[in-house]
């Protein structure tokens, strides 16, 4: 027998984190979240410095993009949070909104109410943050924001490296001026990581009202005369129904979502006929426009032993876990990724806004794919990326079998615009590591090395060594015109009593991580859902 329920979430990430909570403050509105994943209790989640460690393994989904024609035909690994929380279980734990004039352009793209001024009050209201407050802070919201207790001396240093180049500093990049670099605030409070599972969902499930379950894979969207009335998932291999009185609501990201909803028979109809999916509502836009963040890192080795690669070893880990477990400090409440700038690929006055990033890790080969150093030495790395890539790509389902992974395709560098400014980024990370304070730390670049050279040099090093930032977005965009999958009160279109709310909704890569904009996303969903019913 079918359990019933008002609302069913399907999707345990930041969004769906934020729902449940918010949905179920509501004592008489009985809510399923629904998470693929496991529960959240690896201790990596927890301690700050873990996330060197998860972008490969049992917490993702193990994806791969399809070979990428503009970047050597390279299959790259594509990490998806595959566990409660979501990316903020995983992520850099990076705090930032991107620019306001992100989302005064989702307006001109078709996003009513979605402006800067309309959702700023959702930001605030998601933020608890530990330091700053004012006009552009909130300080009572359930994910904990603070600065990092003790940056690594390297991430001073880049910082001052920064200045040097002429880029100036910035104490918040989530204030009135997004232009500048510093260290990056995050989402850890109590040197632990605050995802949407802990400051969201863990009070929550405090809650009669709300029901989670993990482990679980949703098979398809159940609907019934054009009305989405529940969900069908499997767990140790036993079908399970779930039933919605009120709403269903799809909160897998920007990769799980649209493979949902082409699973359900809704997507463009050529594609869904051709795996043998019945056609429930021909929507061309699922899986559609998918944009994420090109990052291209540079690497140098270090003259000593002064950045976090130091703990690689079995002696000097054992006793920065002591540190960390007998007095809650030390290099295990380092993020990795602790600074960072915004800044102009064509230099001040080439652009309204910001339009390239910049993420500086106090050590080498963190992340899965990211080139080392000599082995016994230690490192650091400077990640860049166009903030606001033209190019746009696709998710398309291998086969009708949910537990199939779907066919990522980035398009990674397919708009020449995207190859000049990426190689702008390089260009400019390697001036800030040339600079006089962090050349008192750096014996050598190791890559790019001294032979990159030429704009050709530059680009192939781009094609070459790039790789997501994690930040895949708009596969569900919501807008006005035909390729729209939601509206602005982010509906299914020719579908009753179904919602995206996730990432994937964004009508556009907004120029930042993007965790704060799901999470925000999240919270104007609710408000959406609860004014509803």
């Known amino acids: ?60 989904w193990g994806l791969v993009t399809a070979p990428q024609r503009h970047a050597n035909n390279r299959e790259i690994p594509y990490a998806q949070a595959k566990v409660l929380g979501g990316g903020s279980s995983i992520n850099a734990e990076i705090f930032t909104r991107g620019h306001p004039s992100d989302y005064d352009r989702w307006v001109e793209e078709g996003a009513d109410g979605w402006g800067f001024q309309d959702i700023r009050k959702y930001f605030m209201r998601s933020e ?46 989530n ?17 632990r990581r605050c995802s949407a599972a802990v400051g969201y969902l863990r009070p929550a499930l405090k809650r009669p009202n709300l029901t989670l379950t993990t482990g679980a894979l949703v098979r398809r969207l159940l609907i019934e005369n054009g ?19 009120s709403e ?76 960390y477990f007998l007095f809650n400090s030390g290099p295990v409440t380092s993020n990795v990724v602790e600074a960072g700038a915004f800044w102009f690929g064509g230099g001040v006055g080439s652009a309204s806004c910001p339009d390239l990033q910049f993420h500086f890790l106090c050590g080498a080969g963190a992340e899965a794919g990211v080139p080392s150093v000599r082995k016994g ?55 800030i590591f040339s600079q006089p304070s962090l050349q008192k730390y750096i014996r050598e670049i190791r890559f790019p090395d001294q032979n990159v050279r030429t704009q050709a040099d530059f680009e192939a090093y781009a094609r070459q060594y ?40 964004m009508p556009s890569l907004v120029g930042s991580n993007t965790n704060a904009p799901s999470i925000m996303i999240g919270e104007r969903a609710a408000d959406l859902i609860r004014g509803n019913r």
């Open 466 to 505: 790039g790789r997501t930032s994690y930040h895949p977005v708009s596969t569900c965009r919501m807008g006005k015109d035909d390729m729209a999958v939601v509206d602005p009160q982010l509906r299914v279109r020719g579908v009753d009593g179904l919602r995206i709310c996730d990432s994937s909704v």
């Open 175 to 191: 204030g009135p001026q997004q232009e500048g670099a510093g260290i990056y605030q995050t989402t850890i409070r109590g040197n």
């Open 377 to 431: 030495s230690s490192g650091i790395t400077l990640n860049s990326y166009n903030l606001r890539p033209r190019a746009r790509g696709s998710v398309t389902l291998r086969s009708a079998d949910p537990a199939a992974t779907p066919i990522v395709d980035p398009n990674f560098l397919g708009d020449p615009d995207d190859l000049r400014k990426s190689t702008e980024g390089v260009k400019i990370s390697r001036e």
């Open 1 to 60: 027998m079918a359990q019933g329920f008002d609302y069913v979430i399907v999707g345990g990430g930041s969004a769906g984190c934020v729902l449940a909570a918010r949905l179920s403050e509501d004592t008489s509105a009985r809510v399923c979240l629904i998470e693929a994943g496991g529960p959240d209790k690896n201790p990596l989640i927890h301690m700050p410095v873990g996330f060197a460690k998860m972008t490969t393994g049992p917490l993702t």
């Open 227 to 245: 009305r989405a009335v529940g969900v069908e998932y499997s767990t140790g291999g036993a079908p399970v129904t779930v039933r919605a009185g």
């Open 248 to 323: 269903v609501v799809v909160t897998s990201g920007a990769i799980g979502s649209p493979k949902l909803m082409m699973l359900s028979g809704i997507g463009p109809a050529a594609h869904l006929r051709s795996l043998g999916i019945t056609v429930v509502q021909d929507l061309p836009g699922v899986g559609q426009n998918l944009t994420d963040h090109f990052g291209i890192d540079i690497v140098a080795e270090l003259k000593g032993h002064d950045s976090l690669d130091k703990y690689n070893k079995p002696l000097w880990a054992a006793w920065a876990g002591a540190q």
């Open 128 to 173: 608890g943050n530990t330091i700053l407050s004012g006009d552009w802070h909130g300080t009572d919201g359930p994910l904990g924001v603070s600065n990092l207790p003790d940056p690594n001396p390297t991430s001073r240093a880049f910082v001052q490296s920064c200045q040097e180049y002429g880029i100036p500093f910035n104490p918040d990049f």
